[in-house]
C-alpha cells in the first residue's frame, strides 16, 4: 500500500491540572468547521473534569487523513482512538487493528439506544468496531422564492417531478433548475433504485449492469438532453452547496452539513427541504457516518473506551450535536432534541430508515475513483455512457484483483 506524506497540525488542549500519575491519551482526527472544533473542545474538557485521572491529547490531521493513520498503524504509533469513516471501515476490521468493543459495552450504556442502520456500518461477524458519533443522509434543498415564482406551491415527491420541476425553474429566477453532485457519493441510492448494486457479494464494482445504468441515465438525461442541471464547476463554484446558496440553481441534493453553511454564509437566502424524491416508486437517499474506533495495540484501553462511552454516550451525544451541525445517532437523543420536526432537518432525519450505506468493500479507491472519473466524462459528451461505466468497472476490479 502506498502511503503519502501529510502535513500535520497538532492541538493540544492542557484543559486542566492533572495528578502525575493521569493516563494521556491520544484521540486523532480530521479537521472540521470552527464550530465542530470547540464543540469537541468542550466536550473534552468536560471529560477532563470528570476524569482527573485521565488526560486526553486531541491531534488534527489537517491533510491525507486515512494515509496518516496507516502509516501510523504500521509504525505502531498510531493514536489511541480515532475517527473512522463508513467508507473505510471494512477493510480496517478485517486487519486486525482495531480492538472490538462488544467487551467494554455493558447494558447502562444502552447498545440498543443506537440506530441499527448506523452501528451495522462498523459490524462485522458480530463484533463491533467502532461507535458511530454523527451521520448525515442527504435531502433535497430548494430556493422558496424560485419555486413561488414559478408557480411551484410543494417540493417534487418524484423524480419525474423533478425534471419537470427543473424545467420551469431553469432560466428564471435561477440560470439553472438543478445542480448536480455526479461523484458516487451522491449518486449510488440512485443505482439501488433499479435493483443494482455499486459492488457485489465478491467485493467487486459493480456498477455498469443494466439495472445500475438506469438510475445513472437519469443523471445523463437531465444534463445532457434537458439541459436543465448543472454541475458546481459549470457555473464557476466550488460544490452543490455554493452553487445553490448563490443562487444558481434552484435545487440540490445535500447533506445536513448544507445548512449551517447556507444560514452562515447566504443569510438572505430563502430555503427549505423535502426528502429526495422517489425513483422507480422506491425512496432512497444516502447515509454517511463517523465512528470513533480504538487502536488494537493501545497501551490504555480502559481509559481510551472511558473517553468512546463518553463522547458517545447521551450526555456527551446531545451535547455534541445540540447545535444542529451533525445528527445524533442515539434515537433518545434524536428525540430530545426534536430533529425529527425540525423543519429543515427532519426529512434528513426520516432518510436514515431507507439510506444507502456509504459502503464500497474493501477497496473503495479503486471503485469511488474509476467512477467519479468516468462518469463526469459521460456526462460532459467526452464518451458514450455505457462505454465510459464498463471503462471505469473493468479498471476498478483490475485494481481490486492486484490489490488481493
Not at 463554484?237 to 454564509?265: D, H
Not at 429526495?276 to 487502536?295: E, H, L, Q, R, S
Amino acid at each position: 500500500m502506498a502511503i503519502a506524506i501529510a502535513v500535520i497540525s497538532c492541538q493540544n488542549f492542557p484543559l486542566s491540572k492533572h495528578p502525575s500519575s493521569a493516563v494521556t491519551i491520544k484521540l486523532s482526527g480530521w479537521a472540521g468547521n470552527p464550530i465542530e472544533q470547540q464543540l469537541l473542545k468542550q466536550l473534552l474538557q468536560d471529560f477532563e473534569a470528570q476524569h482527573p485521572d485521565i488526560k486526553v491529547r486531541y491531534e488534527v490531521i489537517s491533510d491525507q487523513y486515512m494515509d496518516v493513520i496507516t502509516t501510523r498503524l504500521i509504525g505502531e504509533a498510531a493514536p489511541d482512538i480515532f475517527y473512522m469513516e463508513s467508507l473505510e471501515a471494512p477493510f480496517f476490521m478485517g486487519q486486525n487493528i482495531l480492538e472490538p468493543l462488544n467487551s467494554y459495552i455493558t447494558p447502562e450504556f444502552d447498545l440498543e439506544d443506537f440506530e441499527e442502520s448506523l452501528l451495522a456500518n462498523f459490524k462485522d461477524e458480530n463484533f463491533i468496531y467502532g461507535l458511530p458519533k454523527d451521520y448525515s443522509t442527504l435531502a433535497l434543498f430548494y430556493n422558496k422564492k424560485a419555486f413561488a415564482s414559478a408557480g411551484l406551491s410543494r417540493p417534487p415527491s418524484t423524480w419525474d417531478e423533478l425534471r419537470s420541476y427543473s424545467q420551469q425553474l431553469t432560466g428564471k429566477v435561477n440560470r439553472y433548475g438543478f445542480g448536480v453532485t455526479p461523484k458516487l457519493s451522491y449518486q449510488a441510492y440512485k443505482i439501488a433504485a433499479f435493483g443494482g448494486k455499486v459492488v457485489d457479494e465478491n467485493g467487486y464494482a459493480a456498477f455498469a449492469t443494466p439495472e445500475a445504468l438506469r438510475g445513472l441515465q437519469l443523471v445523463i438525461d437531465q444534463y445532457q438532453k434537458d439541459g436543465t442541471s448543472a454541475q458546481a464547476t459549470d457555473v464557476g463554484t466550488n460544490s452543490g452547496t455554493e452553487m445553490f446558496g448563490q443562487s444558481k440553481v434552484a435545487m440540490v441534493i445535500e447533506g445536513n452539513w448544507a445548512i449551517p453553511y447556507l444560514e452562515t454564509t447566504f443569510p438572505q437566502l430563502e430555503f427549505a427541504t423535502a426528502e429526495v424524491p422517489t425513483i422507480n416508486n422506491k425512496k432512497g437517499t444516502m447515509v454517511f457516518t463517523v465512528a470513533y474506533v480504538m487502536n488494537k495495540q493501545s497501551q490504555h484501553k480502559a481509559a481510551a473506551w472511558e473517553l468512546i462511552s463518553f463522547l458517545t454516550g447521551k450526555e456527551g451525544m446531545a451535547k455534541w450535536t445540540g447545535t444542529g451541525f451533525a445528527l445524533p445517532t442515539r434515537k433518545s437523543v434524536a428525540k430530545q432534541l426534536g430533529y425529527d420536526r425540525d423543519s429543515l432537518r427532519s426529512p434528513l432525519v426520516a432518510g436514515v430508515n431507507y439510506a444507502t450505506m456509504w459502503q464500497l468493500g474493501n477497496y473503495p479507491g479503486a471503485i469511488a475513483n474509476n467512477f467519479d472519473n468516468q462518469f463526469i466524462s459521460a456526462l460532459l459528451g467526452q464518451q458514450s455512457f455505457k462505454s465510459a461505466m464498463l471503462r471505469a468497472q473493468n479498471a476498478a476490479n483490475q485494481q481490486i484483483i492486484a490489490r488481493e
